[in-house]
């Protein structure tokens, strides 16, 4: 399985852009690049997932250059309640496959 | 519809007694995953049901852990006994066949003391 690098920690304000970069040097021909948001006492939740080139759904955007080597996850005009963790994960689009979760990213957004 | 639900919710035993965790998964989805987070850990993977049948349980950590999913609707997660090293959380996934979007549940907070 592929091993994703991000940072530990982010710090943000209201209404700012984040971009999480995740670095996946790894990645094999069958991966796509998820992200899942997780807050405090809850279960990990799917952000948004993509294969190349960019996606974007009402609650990010996923960014992967060509090479697919690294992806980021753009946050636009985060809130107090984006505060969570954010984990980057690579592996097969079958519904069969397992996470893989690293340590993940806590961002923290400030008033 | 109705997300994954885990129950209890939070549990806190004495070191040798059993405990037994559930999750019901989304109603239709025939894979159903169970991950654990000990303190200070990264999330693992424990095992994965295709249905009723165990597809992979190769993250289990030892036999006192056991897991069914009768009828290949909710599933339980046994701990017997239980021991200190077990504290944490255990979370539940459920997904479809042939997409990768995982829905998890709150979790259960197993505590040993």
């Known amino acids: 399985l592929a091993k994703t690098t991000q940072p530990i920690s982010m710090d943000s304000y209201e209404g700012q852009e984040v971009n999480i970069t995740c670095s996946h040097n790894?990645?094999?021909?069958?991966?796509?690049i998820t992200w899942y948001q997780q807050f405090p006492s809850q279960g990990p939740r799917f952000i948004i997932q993509?294969?190349?080139t960019k996606v974007t759904n009402e609650v990010a955007s996923l960014f992967i250059p060509a090479d697919r080597k690294s992806s980021t996850l753009s946050l636009p005009r985060v809130s107090l309640s984006d505060t969570a963790v954010y984990y980057c994960?690579?592996?097969?689009?079958?519904?069969?496959?397992?996470?893989?979760f690293g340590k993940g990213t806590m961002l923290l957004v400030s008033p | 519809e109705a997300g994954v639900t885990q129950f209890p919710s939070h549990s806190v035993i004495e070191k040798g007694q059993t405990v037994t965790l559930r999750c019901d998964p989304i109603?239709?989805?025939?894979?159903l995953y169970w991950y654990r987070r000990v303190m200070g850990k990264e999330i693992k993977f424990l095992l994965h049901?295709?249905?009723?049948?165990?597809?992979?349980e190769s993250g289990m950590p030892n036999n006192r852990f056991l897991a069914e999913r009768t009828g290949g609707t909710y599933s339980t997660l046994k701990v017997q006994p239980a021991e200190l090293e077990d504290s944490g959380v255990y979370f539940c996934?459920?997904?479809?066949?042939?997409?990768?979007?995982?829905?998890f549940g709150s979790g259960t907070r197993l505590t040993v003391v």
């Open positions: 790894n990645i094999a021909t069958n991966d796509y």
């Open positions: 996934a459920s997904s479809q066949s042939g997409y990768g979007g995982y829905t």
């Open positions: 994960l690579v592996g097969t689009n079958s519904g069969y496959s397992t996470l893989t």
């Open positions: 993509g294969y190349k």
């Open positions: 049901f295709v249905k009723e049948s165990k597809q992979d």
């Open positions: 109603s239709g989805h025939d894979n």
